[in-house]
């Protein structure tokens, strides 16, 4: 079902701007988009109602919405005089930039939670940082655009990652299915790269495999074998297309038992087999 799902990207290693519209968000409405993209939200005005992931999420003033690659969103309702900045990479950008610690850190971060309400003052300083980007997207030609995209890409996964870490340690605490998130989250960030077992991670949390399952699917949407496969398949996809690394030596670094069974899972994921990916994707 969710394979078939339409699909999100950019035609640019990265977008930004604010011609979000209400008519634009209605197009969304009926029926769920899987990003291939990342996109930072920031909303200045308006309010949405949508889920990511299966979750509802509310989308007020001042708030900042970080959607990751292989989300599934709909809007339910958009209400006010929309005022959205956005600041998208694409998935080709992501794949080929060789960043991808950056991004499984957004990745953990977000789990569950993808909204992130700031201050006022904040919410206007962060306004202020992307009225700059999009004057230098507008001003600058496209190859400025293209070798200012590692700096940005790092910069901006920092500073949200600065945000949600404070978010997290000066909110009010948590629940218990929310911290079974975190940390099954922060495992897989460690140890993707070395199993793959679901039974593993429960383990190591001090609970069964089955509370486990049910917890994260009810915080995140996901399932456990989603968030593991997403970071094992966004690092191949990684070294795929910014190393000369052998399909064998990608497949070692992942701890799989041999490429035959890396293949397997890879063209399962994706549709296409490795060495397919790496030549055409």
């Known amino acids: ?24 968000l209605s197009l969304y409405t009926n029926y769920p988009v899987r ?30 919405i ?15 005089n929309l005022k959205i900045y956005f600041l998208g990479f694409s998935s080709k950008y992501i794949e080929e930039s060789n960043q991808t610690r950056a991004m499984l850190d957004s990745i953990y971060l977000t789990l569950g939670h993808p909204v992130l309400s700031l ?19 507008e001003t600058f030609p496209e190859k400025m655009r293209t070798e200012m995209a590692p700096n940005l890409y790092a910069d901006i996964h920092k500073g949200v990652s600065i945000l949600y870490k404070n978010k997290n340690t000066d909110k009010s605490p948590v629940s218990k299915s929310e911290q079974i998130c ?29 509370h486990l399952c049910t917890t994260v699917k009810q915080v995140t949407g996901k399932t456990c074998v989603d968030i593991i496969s997403s970071m094992v398949i ?40 490795p060495l397919e990916y790496r030549n055409n994707g």
């Open 35 to 64: 990003l291939k993209c990342e996109i930072f939200v920031l909303c200045m005005d308006g309010e949405v109602d949508a889920s990511v992931n299966l979750n509802r999420i509310e989308v007020r003033p001042n708030d900042i």
């Open 119 to 137: 201050k006022p003052e904040g919410a206007s300083v962060m306004q202020d940082y992307l009225k700059l980007l999009i004057r230098m997207y």
């Open 1 to 24: 079902m969710e394979k078939e799902l339409p699909k999100i990207d950019l035609p640019e290693p990265w977008l930004i701007g604010t011609d979000i519209s209400k008519e634009l």
């Open 182 to 210: 975190r940390n099954f989250g922060q495992l897989v960030m460690q140890h993707y790269n070395q199993t793959r077992n679901v039974a593993w991670y429960a383990e190591k949390l001090g609970i069964t495999h089955a």
């Open 234 to 273: 966004m690092d191949a996809k990684s070294q795929l297309k910014s190393t000369n690394l052998s399909i064998q030596d990608i497949s070692d670094s992942l701890n799989f038992a041999n490429m035959s069974f890396f293949g397997k899972y890879f063209k399962r994921n994706v549709g296409m087999s």
């Open 66 to 80: 970080t959607l990751t690659p292989g989300s599934i969103f709909q809007i339910y309702r958009v209400d006010g």
